[in-house]
């Protein structure tokens, strides 16, 4: 099709969208999602048509799922676009995607708003503008209820979020911590808990988030308890933490020391993990020694 043919295509696709039957509807939004799944100027251009995005954001409260699916859908695929991304990420936008993540009318719904929400925080300018919205409390407190089928997607947009300094401190601030280390307790999911685990990595490298680990109880142990387990990638996240929780805290050093099983289960990683699982084992390694001698010394010293 021509530019001007896909613009007719998508002005009678709008039109029929607003004000067509259920049936109407959903075929006009199907074409819609079909055409701009994988052009960009497909994208633009139905970005650029008059009264677009607020009539798509308008089905998203539709009281069909399907509609309402469909609507959200487009509007991912129209976020794909980089330069649209920033159009896109308007406050009430923002707010309305989060009350869809707190009361989704389907999982697909509460999985494509999700998705939404990662691709428009991609955008660096975009992070702090869900942070003031309130979408690290929503994402959290939705991550967080019974049976959350779109844990994943949300953990991934948290993940995007916290890249920036403020939003990570909200999510400290609203009980990430023991919310992700309850997910990485947890036995639903090894891909819950390596995507837990780089959150918390994450949190770990400003004050606020290493010092709500270092205050967690037995919080070595807890990361021992990942090291033994299967997951390679839960194994480097669990090993990162560690590194942090090492070089900030020697109360967490002392508590490595005092467990047997300690050295046993670095040394077993520094063999068959992963490259980087190796290379971060041999660090703590060297940090356990280190922390080893200066004890034995202080001991020598005390007794001399």
Not at 23 to 36: D, G, P, S
Not at 41 to 68: C, E, H, K, M, Y
Not at 100 to 128: F, G, Q, V, W, Y
Not at 233 to 257: P, V
């Amino acid at each position: 099709m021509s530019t001007a043919q896909i613009r007719d295509t998508i002005s009678e696709c709008i039109s029929q969208a607003q004000s067509g039957s259920d049936e109407a509807k959903e075929r006009a939004l199907q074409m819609l999602a079909a055409i701009t799944k994988v052009s960009p100027l497909n994208r633009s251009l139905l970005a650029q048509a008059d009264g677009a995005i607020p009539a798509f954001l308008q089905l998203t409260g539709s009281d069909s799922p399907v509609v309402q699916a469909l609507s959200l859908s487009i509007l991912f695929n129209i976020s794909l676009n980089p330069e649209l991304k920033r159009p896109l990420a308007e406050m009430e936008t923002i707010r309305h995607l989060n009350s869809i993540i707190l009361s989704p009318s389907s999982p697909e719904t509460s999985r494509l708003a999700a998705s939404l929400i990662c691709s428009l925080a991609m955008l660096d300018k975009n992070k702090a503008k869900f942070g003031v919205t309130g979408t690290i409390q929503a994402l959290i407190k939705a991550i967080s209820g019974p049976n959350s089928v779109a844990s994943h997607h949300l953990l991934s947009s948290l993940a995007e979020l916290v890249q920036f300094h403020g939003n990570c401190t909200l999510a400290v601030r609203s009980g990430a911590v023991p919310m992700l280390l309850g997910l990485v307790a947890s036995t639903e999911g090894e891909d819950l808990a390596g995507t837990s685990l780089a959150i918390l990595g994450l949190l770990a490298r400003f004050d606020e988030g290493l010092n709500a680990l270092i205050r967690t109880d037995k919080i070595v142990v807890s990361m021992m308890d990942v090291l033994k387990g299967r997951c390679m990638q839960s194994k480097e996240g669990a090993a990162e933490i560690l590194l942090r929780l090492f070089d900030e805290s020697e109360g967490c050093t002392r508590e490595a020391l005092r467990l047997p099983e300690f050295s046993t289960v670095l040394a077993d990683l520094s063999v068959r993990g992963s490259a980087r699982a190796r290379e971060k084992a041999g660090f703590l390694m060297r940090k356990m020694t280190e922390a080893d001698t200066y004890a034995d010394g202080n001991h020598s010293l005390l007794q001399w």
